[in-house]
């Protein structure tokens, strides 16, 4: 038997998470990779086990309907990325050296140019190709222009008449330099302030075909200056469509895929049994009796969602699938995983160096700050494939006790004495250690902190730091805030489809307060 959420019930449970909004996005890009993966069974104990739901049945579908899937997910991953990435930004295409792609463009380019500069040294020239080119030329420009742009608009009108041109070019009385510059001239005033120096250069070139060739360039560029303009002035307006419309993209990839769910149910049908147990474990007496039972031990659905969060923070990205409803902001997530990483690492260090050192120079902060900076340079390629964390711990060590020396001796302190300093040298080589005590405390404290986060939801300020997690609180809040928006807007587009799942996983007791119904395939 399988199992399958029921549309209307996910649109239901969808207007009681989210505001009304109307759907603004056209179709903005075609064709997506899609990337099969093969399903991992969860085999964890839990001391009370919750039942899952099985995955839907494979079904045949047509390469019509594999494409429209293709181009509705693409649309969807480009609605969010230019909601969720305030960086996000529009790049020319650069094709790969060498690559076929890119010389055949250039042959057909070079046989086109060609055969223009052929035509213009003809006598008398020929002006057919050069007529055509004004007009994508006038085509351009008119599709910079603002609504108010009306004077501008008759300019390049009148100025660019196609059939004047032609007459002209038939009389023998055509300036094509003449219209060149005055091309030159428009872009100068419809292009952004970084392309000022490309369009000046245009003027500096003297014969024809190179000056179109270098027109076009100049064009392209300006043409996705104005797409990332359009970018920005529509965040705003889709920010308030997005969660509607990513959620019917993905209800409608849900109708065409029955199972795009199954990794979501095992990331928090495992986020609910983990959750249970710790609770089991927590609750049992010291000397080994009973553990307290009923709806004390059961979390409730937020909390196994925030848990669920919490544990992408320890995905491991080669060897386990990513859940469906976040595989879009995978990246961020590895991104987020390797910051947090990074600064209980460097908490560690800090915590352990000042722990060693003297109180007296401990408390300066500019001492703590100049530590702190020499750690984070020292830990910068931590993401790199080829960094090595020991060898960066062991050059950290030598640092650090320098600087804690020289500390001591400015402040006439007793000196840092070699016996101490092999001690915090080993302790900072053990952080290296994911088991290390020290580096165990640092995690815990930084999830037990987002955790918080999470469930204050958008209040602000945030929690208050744990303690020894002081010196690094600039650098873990920065990271909290990005998580934060990133789990707060996941949930507002898929916490329907969570209720659902839940619904299925929790004892009726812990059941979510939106009405998820679920129906049954056989």
Not at 374 to 387: A, E, G, M, R
Not at 507 to 514: I, N
């Amino acid at each position: 038997m399988s199992e399958n959420l029921n549309k209307s019930s996910i649109n239901e449970a969808g207007k009681s998470k989210s505001n009304d909004s109307e759907q603004g996005l056209e179709d903005a890009a075609e064709g997506s990779d899609e990337a099969s993966r093969e399903k991992i069974k969860s085999g964890s104990p839990s001391a009370q086990r919750v039942q899952r739901p099985h995955s839907s049945p494979p079904r045949f579908v047509t390469v019509e309907e594999l494409l429209e899937t293709a181009k509705g997910v693409t649309n969807m991953v480009l609605a969010h990325e230019i909601v969720v990435n305030g960086d996000f930004r529009i790049k020319p295409v650069e094709l790969p050296e060498d690559s076929l792609e890119k010389r055949v463009k250039e042959i057909v380019h070079k046989a086109f140019w060609d055969c223009l500069s052929v035509q213009l040294s003809e006598d008398p020239p020929t002006y057919d190709h050069a007529i055509k080119l004004v007009g994508e030329i006038k085509e351009t420009l008119l599709s910079f222009l603002l609504p108010g742009h009306s004077r501008l608009r008759n300019q390049i009108t009148e100025v660019l008449d196609l059939e004047l041109i032609k007459q002209e070019a038939e009389n023998g009385a055509l300036d094509i330099s003449k219209l060149a510059e005055f091309v030159i001239g428009m872009m100068g005033t419809l292009c952004a302030p970084a392309r000022d120096e490309e369009v000046r250069k245009l003027k500096d070139i003297k014969e024809i075909v190179p000056l179109f060739r270098a027109i076009f360039s100049v064009l392209d560029l300006m043409k996705v200056d104005m797409a990332n303009f359009a970018v920005s002035s529509i965040r705003p307006h889709l920010m308030q469509q997005s969660v509607e419309y990513e959620r019917k993209k993905f209800q409608e990839l849900l109708e065409k895929q029955p199972n795009s769910l199954d990794f979501v149910t095992q990331w928090l049908e495992e986020a609910a049994e983990d959750l249970m147990n710790q609770r089991y474990k927590n609750a049992l007496p010291a000397e080994g009796g009973a553990a307290g039972s009923g709806d004390s031990l059961l979390p409730n659905p937020a909390a196994v969602q925030n848990y669920a969060y919490l544990r992408l923070l320890r995905w491991d990205h080669l060897r386990r699938p990513f859940p469906e409803t976040v595989l879009m902001d995978q990246s961020r997530f590895q991104e987020l995983q390797l910051q947090l990483e990074q600064v209980a690492i460097l908490g560690a260090v800090l915590l352990v160096t000042f722990s060693m050192a003297a109180s007296g120079i401990s408390s300066q902060a500019s001492f703590a700050e100049k530590l702190k900076m020499i750690v984070k340079i020292l830990l910068t390629d931590l993401h790199l494939p080829s960094f090595h964390l020991r060898d960066a711990l062991t050059t950290i060590g030598e640092k650090v006790c320098q600087e804690v020396s020289s500390r001591l001796s400015l402040c006439g302190f007793a000196p840092f004495t070699t016996d101490k300093e092999t001690v915090l040298k080993g302790q900072i080589q053990a952080v290296a250690n994911p088991d290390d005590p020290i580096r165990r405390i640092m995690d815990s404290r930084i999830l037990a902190f987002l955790e918080s986060c999470l469930a204050s939801g958008h209040q602000k300020p945030l929690p208050t730091v744990p303690g020894g997690l002081g010196p690094v609180q600039k650098e873990l809040e920065e990271v909290a805030i990005k998580f934060v928006r990133l789990v707060n807007y996941n949930k507002m587009v898929f916490s329907p489809y969570y209720d659902a799942v839940l619904t299925l996983l929790l004892p009726p007791k812990t059941k979510c307060p939106v009405a998820c119904k679920v129906s049954f395939r056989i």
